[in-house]
């Protein structure tokens, strides 16, 4: 069973939108949860959030976690081509020994 | 600062054999992490290791196994290698361990025919 789900799988907008890109999980003794940007091979780090942290921003992107609902989403305002890559959604949880559990992705492509 | 570097970049294996496949970390960093990602189940972890002790583990068959060595490279080995282990393997490393500040290496594309 998936523990963390993604959604859409797959969107395709036009540069200036802004899109918001989801992530549900459901996991026991839930630490943090974090978003990765994947080009081509090797995912990047955007920004983690952690069990204390509700919303985190980086330039257009901004996410927000919600404990309650186990749900996160990332937005990016004025999407750019070069947003275009697969974005990742990954949990830390367990007590004491940790494990970290991806999401599918979303592949997202940005066309002029 | 040259990052993360993997060794082979490709790989063609048949089944049964077995791989070992390489990670050297930045410079100054002391975790490494494995990763597995193919199209079908995306990425998985597969263990971190810090300071040569194995931390973490995710949910792999014992076929799976790594080492860190006292300069803090890694190697990974696979063992009676399975079609279904064909993906693309990743290294990450970060500074200290509980950090998700990881850079990862381009990966080793590992093909079992």
């Known amino acids: 069973e998936d523990k963390v789900v993604q959604s859409p799988l797959s969107l395709v907008v036009h540069e200036g939108d802004t899109v918001t890109l989801n992530c549900s999980y459901e996991?026991?003794?839930?630490?943090?949860l974090l978003w990765y940007k994947q080009e081509k091979k090797a995912p990047t780090f955007p920004f983690m959030l952690t069990s204390s942290g509700i919303e985190k921003k980086s330039g257009r992107l901004s996410s927000i976690l919600d404990k309650k609902e186990l749900f996160s989403i990332l937005n990016i305002t004025a999407t750019q081509t070069g947003d275009s890559a697969v974005y990742l959604c990954?949990?830390?949880?367990?007590?004491?020994?940790?494990?970290?559990?991806f999401g599918k992705g979303t592949k997202l492509s940005v066309i002029p | 600062k040259a990052g993360v570097t993997q060794t082979p970049r490709y790989l063609i294996k048949t089944r049964g054999q077995q791989v070992t496949l390489s990670c050297s970390p930045i410079s100054g960093h002391r975790s490494v992490s494995w990763y597995q990602q193919t199209p079908g189940q995306g990425l998985q972890f597969l263990f971190e290791y810090f300071s040569e002790t194995q931390r973490n583990k995710g949910n792999f068959p014992g076929r799976f196994s790594g080492r860190q060595f006292s300069n803090s490279r890694s190697e990974m080995n696979v063992s009676t290698l399975e079609l279904g282990d064909s993906a693309l393997y990743l290294c990450?490393?970060?500074?200290?361990?509980?950090?998700?500040?990881?850079?990862f290496g381009p990966g080793t594309r590992l093909t079992v025919t």
């Open positions: 996991v026991t003794n839930f630490r943090s």
């Open positions: 990954a949990v830390e949880y367990g007590a004491g020994s940790y494990q970290l559990t």
């Open positions: 990450a490393s970060s500074r200290d361990a509980y950090s998700y500040e990881q850079y």
